[in-house]
């Protein structure tokens, strides 16, 4: 039996540094800024043979009903078998501002103990210790989260095993969130299945995309900029196939999160590289940016497929929507094989399409060529357009076969080949990219020169 654990607790208590040192990953970010979580955050912690998942929750605020992120902190309250509430000790009322998220924990009969994450000024015989027992609250740890290293006493003092039997009892009729069942996938497992990411500026939709083809409100949407602060995965199925779909962060340029972002950034173009599909989503009310031109070129250089969502359609006219066509059409007229997709995410309006978009572009990545049709649209690419003469000789591209999958490569043999000029290898990428219907994807050329014989 997985024992599900919740960390909540107010604004900067310590809630992400915990879940940090309880799962030995540094999953979580942490940062300085009160209120950076905004998502729920799950983490598979095995402990002497015993798997434990802990949830790394947003700021509670029980008081302000609301709140955008109460939501996230309940619904982990609610799936948990045990709740770690994080109290940062600064002050002598500093447990007075929790009474309310104390009393909701007792009223919900839910197994609860409190993490003081201690400062150098905490003396334990004031009688702080003393209001503590007098609010009932008997299960208590005492941690100074930032010179102690010693968490494995909350495994052993709160979380041990002679404890599990009546978790089990106290959480019979809990719901399991997806990304619990998620979790108990290994890594392996979800390897198996196509990744789908969604990538874009801060508030372009990703979130309200990834929970429109989710049909669920797994992951948060705020209308303020940058609320996804990190990756977040989900198994969607339909009656044919799984996907991974995964939510990344939208790259945030402010000068105070600076540190926050080189963490951010770089969680998000990692996962880029390991993607099989990718969704850029545009803001229709926006246009398209730099920043989407920045994701659209890395996503290019790491040959991963590409599908563009311009979202919002609800919020702009038929006149707009041609126009914002066209930009987008003229920025990347380059890149042809790219399907453009209008949607309205909140409105579930084009999404079926995107998810045709999806497979048909998967699928896609999956053919197969054979050398036989690769040199037939060698030679007609040639008689289109001839090579050009390269110090009095003419390139001669002889054939052309299949060097690799995902991306595609193809090789082509030939004479003066390698020093073929940059317009002309776009012109035979474009060739190849055309005959051989492919979507979403661009593909890679690679030469072999065999020995010219009238070079003696
Ligand atoms: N009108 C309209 N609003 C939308 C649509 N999709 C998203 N929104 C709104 O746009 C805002 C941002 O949406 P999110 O889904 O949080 O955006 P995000 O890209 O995940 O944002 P970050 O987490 O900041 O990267 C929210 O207020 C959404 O309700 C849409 O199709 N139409």
Redesign the pocket.
């Known amino acids: 039996m997985n024992l599900i654990v919740s960390i909540i607790g107010k604004q900067n208590s310590g809630k992400s540094t915990l879940f940090n040192k309880l799962t030995k990953k540094r999953r979580a970010l942490v940062s300085k800024d009160p209120g950076f979580t905004?998502d729920r955050q799950y983490l598979l912690r095995i402990w002497k043979k015993r798997k434990f998942i802990f949830i790394d929750t947003p700021s509670i605020y029980l008081i302000n009903k609301k709140s955008k992120f109460n939501n996230q902190s309940i619904i982990a309250i609610e799936e948990s078998h045990v709740i770690l509430l994080v109290i940062r000790y600064e002050s002598y009322g500093s447990l007075d501002n929790h009474l309310s998220i104390i009393a909701f924990l007792k009223r919900n009969k839910k197994n609860f103990f409190v993490i003081l994450n201690l400062d150098d000024n905490f003396n334990k015989n004031y009688n702080f210790t003393d209001k503590i027992y007098f609010l009932g609250i008997d299960k208590i740890c005492y941690l100074n989260f930032l010179k102690e290293n010693n968490f494995k006493k909350i495994f052993k003092n709160i979380l041990y095993p002679e404890h599990l039997s009546s978790f089990k009892e106290s959480n019979k009729n809990n719901k399991v969130s997806s990304a619990i069942k998620n979790l108990t996938l290994n890594k392996i497992e979800m390897d198996k299945y196509p990744k789908i990411a969604i990538i874009?500026?801060?508030?372009?939709?990703?979130?309200?995309?990834?929970?429109c083809i989710l049909r669920q409100n797994r992951?948060?949407?705020?209308?303020?900029?940058?609320?996804?602060?990190d990756v977040l995965y989900s198994l969607y199925s339909n009656k044919e196939k799984t996907y991974l779909f995964i939510?990344t962060?939208?790259l945030?340029k402010k000068k105070n999160f600076v540190h926050i972002n080189k963490s951010v950034i770089k969680n998000t173009l990692n996962v880029i590289k390991k993607i099989d599909v990718s969704i850029l989503?545009i803001d229709s009310c926006v246009g398209i940016t730099k920043q989407d031109l920045f994701f659209l070129n890395y996503i290019l250089k790491y040959n991963k497929s590409l599908i563009i969502a311009v979202?919002?359609?609800?919020?702009i006219s038929k006149k707009n929507k041609k126009e914002i066509k066209e930009k987008i059409i003229k920025k990347i007229s380059f890149f042809k094989f790219i399907k453009i997709h209008f949607?309205?995410?909140?409105?579930s309006?084009g999404i079926n399409n995107l998810l045709y978009s999806i497979k048909a572009t998967y699928k896609n990545k999956l053919l197969k060529f054979e050398t036989s049709k690769l040199t037939r649209i060698l030679r007609k690419a040639t008689f289109n357009n001839q090579p050009p003469m390269l110090n009095g000789i003419r390139s001669k591209l002889k054939y052309a076969h299949p060097g690799g999958y995902n991306p595609l490569v193809i090789v082509i043999h030939g004479i003066k080949v390698i020093s073929l000029p940059k317009n002309y290898i776009s012109y035979l990428k474009k060739f190849f990219i055309k005959e051989l219907n492919i979507i979403g994807t661009s593909l890679k050329i690679k030469f072999i020169s065999s020995i010219n014989p009238y070079s003696k």
């Open positions: 905004s874009g500026r801060p508030n372009s939709g990703k979130s309200t995309l990834m929970n992951s948060t949407v705020s209308n303020s900029p940058g609320t996804t602060k939510d962060a939208g945030v989503v979202n919002k359609l609800d919020l949607i309205s995410a909140i409105c309006f």
